[in-house]
T-cell receptor, first 114, second 112 residues
Framework: SQQGEEDPQALSIQEGENATMNCSYK?????LQWYRQNSGRGLVHLIL?????REKHSGRLRVTLDTSKKSSSLLITASRAADTASYFC??????????????FGEGTQLTVNP | NAGVTQNPKFQVLKTGQSMTLQCAQD?????MYWYRQDPGMGLRLIYY???????DKGEVPNGYNVSRLNKREFSLRLESAAPSQTSVYFC???????????FGQGTRLTVV
């Protein structure tokens, strides 16, 4: 099964509201990353948080990481219609565990209504 | 700087035909990946190459083969296409196995 699992699967909000997506994982990680995918396009990296970090900001994005609960959240503040996309978390493994590659969750489909 | 380039962008195959999906990156990355994405689903890893000269199976390798031709290029081959392989295929690369991944624009493959 996937290492990362996003929750909720789908989220619909109004423009200007905040959007929160969650990711849970199973094994030890070196870092956790969030990606965005516009319909039919390749994924684009948004932000990376290391296992020794608890919170990170980038523009309107805020990511938290709780390694004790093996979970992360992505908050998009003051959402815009252009934020409509699928959002994926990916876990970067500790070297020698879970294979040497990123593992993606199944994504959260965010719809921001104008 | 083109990033990750995939070819072709679209392909229709008949059941039993073979084809090779090409992927090249110009960022001098060590790791390269092939994923498939089915409608409404996440990415499933087919094969990856942690460094030049190595390849490893991912979650769904059956029916596929790969070649890491050199540091830049990582190809995916379907030897005998099946309708179940209808999907969008993404190639990606990263400097290391746990760093930011850069994705190509995808190949939409339909097997009839």
């Amino acid at each position: 099964s996937q290492q990362g699992e996003e929750d909720p699967q789908a989220l619909s909000i109004q423009e200007g509201e905040n959007a929160t997506m969650n990711c849970s994982y199973k094994t030890s990680i070196n870092n956790l990353q969030w990606y965005r995918q516009n319909s039919g396009r390749g994924l684009v990296h948004l932000i990376l948080i290391r296992s020794n970090e608890r919170e990170k900001h980038s523009g309107r994005l805020r990511v938290t990481l709780d390694t004790s609960k093996k979970s992360s959240s992505l908050l998009i503040t003051a959402s815009r219609a252009a934020d409509t996309a699928s959002y994926f978390c990916a876990t970067g493994p500790v070297f020698g565990t879970s294979g040497s590659r990123l593992t993606f969750g199944e994504g959260t489909q965010l719809t921001v209504n104008p | 700087n083109a990033g990750v380039t995939q070819n072709p962008k679209f392909q229709v195959l008949k059941t039993g035909q073979s084809m090779t999906l090409q992927c090249a990156q110009d960022m001098n990355h060590n790791s390269m990946y092939w994923y498939r994405q089915d409608p409404g689903m996440g990415l499933r890893l087919i094969y990856y190459s942690a460094s030049e000269g190595t390849t490893d199976k991912g979650e769904v390798p059956n029916g596929y083969n790969v070649s890491r031709l050199n540091k830049r290029e990582f190809s995916l081959r379907l030897e005998s296409a099946a309708p179940s392989q209808t999907s969008v295929y993404f190639c990606a690369s990263s400097e290391r196995f746990d760093t930011e991944a850069f994705f190509g624009q995808g190949t939409r493959l339909t097997v009839v």
